[in-house]
């Protein structure tokens, strides 16, 4: 079996080589192919260093793809989709492993016929340069259906190392990775610090309980089951456990590239608006973030 994968950023190319080691064949769509259609990608994991050697093709490519991979910004996925949707068949397996939400909603429904899948994954790598990957947390993933009754992974993914964990309730998997992020990432963004900043500054602590508190009061509404204790007590965690990154937002916001707000923050706030219930923080931050993402 064969996976095309769009979005050849850290984690396109950390899931290429686990699907490599799984047995499958791989190939990069790139805006610019390599001409001799491969480049060499030296991964560092631990002490171990490998390299391989990933094909790349281009989205006018003829070939048709039964099982595309997107990892591409949340923002990108339509435009992505819709530069490769000659070579989709009308059963081509589609799985999301992005942040954020909103984007699977668009897909399901300019790709209803699809298997449609979406994932979330702690996976922590990272690009110094185009042809080095550094792996710096193998992570956890969680896969699920979308829109089909399948009980197991698709075609190459349980037999990766680490095996992604089948989710039949993908959404509430969607949603605590969601929630997470909206802790978390804007106000990095916002303030231009590490992830541990936020529980070491008592100000920053404060508003990140104050947005904690909003989403616990919006999944309620939901009927989502997000945690066994509150949202705080596990933002917390996970800044602790990362205190040393910067989010990437962060990184998008320093390199005067786009964020994916409008899929974190701005999908809860709309969510919340549906229901008629109010997110002054949160609506607060995602009017700074996008301030700022305008300068």
């Known amino acids: 079996m064969k996976w095309h994968i769009l979005g050849a950023g850290a984690i396109g190319n950390l899931f290429a080589t686990r699907l490599l080691q799984a047995g499958q064949n791989v190939s990069l769509i790139l805006r610019q192919p390599k001409s001799d259609g491969y480049y060499q990608l030296h991964c560092l994991e631990g002490k171990a260093r490998r390299t391989y050697s990933l094909p790349t093709q281009s ?24 530069s490769v949707s000659s070579r989709l068949t009308p059963d081509t397996t589609i799985l999301l492993l992005q942040n954020g939400m909103g984007q699977h909603d668009a897909v399901l429904q300019r790709y209803p016929s699809a ?37 197991q992974l698709p075609v190459g993914w349980a037999e990766q190392v680490p095996a992604p964990t089948y989710k039949q309730d993908i959404q509430t998997a969607l949603w605590r990775k969601l929630a997470i992020n909206c802790a978390i990432n804007p106000l990095t963004a916002l303030h231009g610090c590490h992830n541990g900043a936020l529980i070491e500054n008592p100000g920053l602590y404060q508003q990140m309980q104050l947005i904690c508190a909003e989403l616990d009061t919006l999944t309620r509404a939901l009927d989502i089951p997000l945690f066994a204790t509150d949202l705080i007590d596990q933002a917390a965690n996970v800044a602790q456990a990362t205190a040393g990154n910067r ?7 320093t390199h005067g590239r786009p964020t994916e707000i409008e899929f974190i923050t701005g999908h809860v706030c709309q969510q919340a608006d549906q229901l008629g219930i109010d997110l002054p923080c949160n609506k607060a931050l995602l009017s700074q973030v996008r301030a700022l993402s305008a300068t």
């Open 247 to 253: 989010s990437s937002m962060l990184e998008d916001i």
């Open 115 to 151: 298997n449609l899948w979406a994932g979330v994954t702690t996976a922590g790598a990272w690009r110094p340069n185009p042809d080095e990957l550094i792996c710096v947390a193998a992570g956890e993933t969680h896969i699920g259906p979308l829109n089909t009754h399948a009980t």
């Open 59 to 82: 989205a006018s490519a003829t070939e048709t793809i039964s099982n595309l991979l997107i990892t591409t910004k949340a923002y990108d996925t339509e435009t992505a989709l819709a």
